[in-house]
C-alpha cells in the first residue's frame, strides 16, 4: 500500500527569492507499508517545473500498490512525486533486510556534512544584518536575481567578510548582466553562480570566460539532461526532487563526475525527512546545501541534528 499526505511545516521567517515569497514548506510525505513494514519520503512540489500538491498527488496515487523501485523508474517521470515513493522503498527496503540504506546501495558509512546556510532575497540593508548574524557559519548562499544585486552581494561580503559566497541568480540574469557582474563577484570571493541565465537560454554560456564556476541547477534534472551542459558548466545541482529520488540521484552523481563536473547537492525548502537521503548523494560532494531543516520553525518528530552548519547523518528512526 502506498499513501501520500499533504504536511505543512511553518519557516522560522518568510524566505524570498527572485520568483516569490513563502512562509510555510509544503510537502507531500508518501509512505510504503507492506508486511508490516513501513518506509516513507518526502517531495516538494515546484510549480517551476509544472507541479503542484494535486497534480503530485494524483501521480503518487495511480501507482500499483505492489510497485518496485525499478518499476517505479519507468512508470514516473523525473520529479517530485517519484522521489517521495523512490525514497519512500529504499526506506522500506532498509527497514525490512535490518540494513542502512548506505549498505543497500553499496555505498561508505556516510559522514558529517557542513552546509550552506541560505539568505533570503531582501533589500541590502537587511541582507547585511542577515548576513552579520550568520557570520559564523562557513558558507553562505545568497538569493539573488534582479537587476539591482550588487549592493546587495557588498552588503553581505561586509556582514560577513569571512565566509565563501555561493550565489543563486534563480534564472534572473540575462548574459551580458552576468558579465558586468563577473568581475566584482570574483573580487568579493564569490566561489560559485547557480543558474545565473533562464535555462531555455543558457546556451549563451557556451564559450564565455569565467572568472566563477557556473552551477547548473533549473537546467540539470537527471542524467538525460547533463550531456546537453558540456562547455557551460562546471558544476551540477543534484536535487532530489529533480532527479525523482535517490536511486536516479546516485546515478547522475556517478556520470558527472566520469564527465568532469564538479557536485553539489541541494534541496527545496522541505523537513528533515527530504533532506537524509540527500545526505548520502551528499558525501564527498564539492558543495553541500542541505539547510531547509535550518529554515524552520518546525520539523519532523525525529529531526536531522545541525550544529552550526555540521550536519549530522539520519538517524534509523528519520529514514534509511
Not at 505492489?66 to 517519484?82: C, K, S
Not at 525527512?273 to 540527500?278: F, R
Request: net charge negative; with cysteine; proline share 6%.
Amino acid at each position: 500500500m502506498i499513501r501520500v499526505q499533504h504536511d505543512t511545516f511553518k519557516l522560522a521567517q518568510v524566505f524570498t527569492i527572485a520568483r516569490g515569497s513563502k512562509s510555510a514548506a509544503e510537502v507531500l510525505t508518501a509512505t510504503v507499508e507492506r508486511d508490516g513494514v513501513k518506509g516513507w519520503g518526502e517531495c516538494v512540489p515546484y510549480a517551476r517545473y509544472g507541479e503542484s500538491l494535486d497534480s503530485v498527488t494524483a501521480q503518487i496515487e495511480s501507482l500499483p500498490a505492489g510497485i518496485t523501485r525499478a518499476e517505479l523508474q519507468e512508470a514516473l517521470p523525473a520529479g517530485a512525486a517519484r522521489n517521495a515513493v523512490d525514497c519512500a522503498l529504499w526506506d522500506w527496503e532498509a527497514k525490512r533486510a535490518g540494513k542502512s540504506v548506505w549498505e543497500l546501495a553499496g555505498l561508505a558509512r556516510p559522514e558529517p556534512l557542513i552546509t550552506a546556510y541560505t539568505l533570503s532575497l531582501d533589500t541590502p540593508e537587511a541582507m547585511r544584518a542577515s548576513a552579520a548574524a550568520q557570520a559564523h557559519r562557513p558558507l553562505l548562499k545568497i538569493k539573488l536575481g534582479t537587476p539591482d544585486d550588487l549592493p546587495r552581494l557588498r552588503a553581505v561580503r561586509e556582514g560577513a567578510p569571512e565566509a565563501r559566497i555561493i550565489i543563486d541568480a534563480n534564472e534572473g540574469w540575462e548574459l551580458e548582466t552576468f558579465l558586468d557582474l563577473q568581475a566584482e563577484l570574483h573580487r568579493l570571493g564569490v566561489v560559485l553562480v547557480e543558474q545565473p541565465l533562464p535555462a531555455a537560454a543558457d546556451e549563451a554560456l557556451s564559450g564565455v570566460e569565467r572568472l566563477v564556476p557556473i552551477c547548473a541547477d533549473e537546467s540539470c534534472h537527471d542524467r538525460a539532461s547533463l550531456i546537453d551542459l558540456r562547455g557551460k558548466y562546471d558544476v551540477i545541482n543534484i536535487k532530489l526532487d529533480k532527479t525523482g529520488g535517490l536511486t536516479e540521484a546516485l546515478a547522475l552523481r556517478a556520470l558527472a563526475h566520469s564527465e568532469g563536473f564538479g557536485v553539489m547537492v541541494g534541496c527545496m525548502v522541505g523537513s528533515s525527512l527530504a533532506m537524509a537521503p540527500a545526505v548520502l548523494v551528499a558525501q564527498g560532494a564539492d558543495f553541500v546545501d542541505l539547510d531547509g531543516p535550518l529554515l524552520l520553525a518546525e520539523d519532523r518528530s525525529v529531526p536531522l541534528h545541525y550544529k552550526g552548519s555540521k550536519m549530522d547523518p539520519p538517524e534509523p528512526e528519520l529514514w534509511g
